[in-house]
């Protein structure tokens, strides 16, 4: 359960998007949407590493090729991992 009561049941979807309401405002972020925190979330967890099965079973999909097509997106500092770590096998070729 992500949104629980002060006694532990699982809150009414209007009460957490109320307070989220109450939270994004006071924090100047109107541009935020609730879901976003699930794309962020999804997100950081393939920047660090984690197994796309685990980051579909968290998520709920279904199959991980959902998951893959919406968030296998290529973050830059990956980019730029994947391309020196082919440096590295192919060797980099000195400039005179």
């Known amino acids: 359960m ?6 532990g049941t699982a809150m009414e979807p209007r ?3 109320r307070r989220f309401a109450q939270l994004r405002a006071a924090a100047g972020l109107d541009w ?4 976003d925190l699930r794309h962020a979330f999804a997100t950081f967890l393939l920047d660090q590493d984690e197994d796309l099965r685990t980051v579909m079973e968290l998520l709920g ?23 020196s770590a082919i440096d590295g096998v192919l060797g980099e070729e000195e400039t005179a």
Do not use: C, E, W
């Open 61 to 83: 999909h279904s199959t991980i090729r959902m998951t893959a097509d919406t968030y296998g997106h290529v973050l830059p500092a990956r980019a730029r991992q994947a391309a």
């Open 2 to 7: 992500v949104f629980a009561s002060t006694i």
């Open 15 to 17: 009460n957490v998007n």
């Open 32 to 35: 935020l949407h609730l879901h």
